[in-house]
């Protein structure tokens, strides 16, 4: 499972497990499409969201 908190300040991704463990983390930038556009945005946040799948991967 993907988790994704993703406020004005920073965005925390994690990779989780169906036992609840977390097998990957990653922080970013604050999400905030009216202030640098939807496209940079979502860029930013899926950027976050490979990092946090990339350090899971690498736990293995």
């Known amino acids: 499972m993907l988790a994704v908190d993703a406020g004005n300040s920073k965005t925390d991704v994690a990779v989780v497990a169906a036992d609840g463990t977390v097998l990957g983390a990653a922080r970013g ?31 293995r």
């Open 29 to 59: 930038g604050g999400f905030q499409p009216p202030a640098v556009g939807v496209d940079a945005a979502v860029g930013a946040l899926a950027a976050t969201a490979a990092e946090a799948l990339d350090a899971a991967a690498a736990a």
